[in-house]
């Protein structure tokens, strides 16, 4: 097998919905042992193409078969109810370990979106679009990256994904806010994104795509322990939630310069005309709880506008201001989409319209106070 077939290999399987009857355990171990089997497969043609050049094959077994390792005796010790043991193998392996994830930047210049459900007709101030408050954290339940009661920023970058993570609610009952760092501030995070092959990586030198495609083998066992799909989304614990939890809890712990966890939503619907970075997430835990409002460190670091309800971009025709019609950057002549089958091209879907309504100038984004 070649690294980019590896690659499509397990996003389809992680995209595939599991049958109730699965044991988790098993269905874990096998997803892991089948990894390992394809990654000493890896042909020799795709060995000297896509990676680099001094590697030693043998050693990249093992050191995939470590992580495989670590995330199974993780798993059990977490199950005989050891819990500050599998925080600590995570730890060593994933947080502290050298070179086996991902780690990547976020800056101001990159648009997030928030979104919530509303309670009333009305239209969310920032703060209401922030983490919960610490006054209310009882009503903080278990997320894939957080614990009960532990307030943590989820932010999408797009609002389809928003959408989706909040299993699709109606649009009538949907409010979204843009989010963004301050100007001039920079977070680090860790970076278990799904790879998407589909992504223009033009702008990479053939060296750093080969180190590009070394970090993604490193990474999947995590990725493939943190993006399995729930059986039973209402269920009170989650086996799925496991690993994702262990990874949140072994990084708060380590290093105060990390500020969350970069990964693909496992909601990611292919009957949209999108690519796979439209489904990517960050999850911000707060950095210090406090007794009342807000995290001070999270309010530095971001600025967001009011939430908009969807009602009220239909009343204001918001959807209008970006139709179905475009330009065409070569001719300047005006041309119509067409489509067969799937989505409109995003940026002409309501979401993609919002988007852009978002990121216009008359949308004023600010500090929470």
Sequence with gaps: MT?????KKFVQKLNVERQVCDDYRQYLHGLLTEYVK???????ESIIVDLPIKLIHDQLVAEIKKSVSALIRAYGYYSKGQLSTAIEIMRNRFI??????KFSTLSSSQDWFRARKLTSIQSYEPKDMFHIPFEKRSEVVNYRFSITGYPCLYLGSSILSCWEEMHCPSLDDFAVSRVNLTKGCEIQTLDIRLPDESADNSALTD??????NLMRLKTWPLIIACAIKTINPDSCFKYEYIHPQLLMLAMKETYKDLFGIMYTSTHFDNAWSVSMDKYTNVAIP????????????LKRYFRLSRG??????EVKNVFGLVSNISLNEKTGLIGYYSYDGGSAPYEKTKFGQMEAFLKSSGVTLEQVK
């Design 286 to 297: 707060v950095k210090k709880i406090q007794t009342k409002g807000y995290c001070d460190a």
């Design 38 to 44: 394809d990654i000493e497969g890896l042909s020799l």
């Design 96 to 101: 502290k370990g050298k070179n086996v994830v």
């Design 3 to 7: 690294v980019s077939e590896i690659n």
């Design 207 to 212: 060296s750093d795509k080969r180190e590009e």
């Design 308 to 313: 908009i309800p969807s009602i009220e971009a």
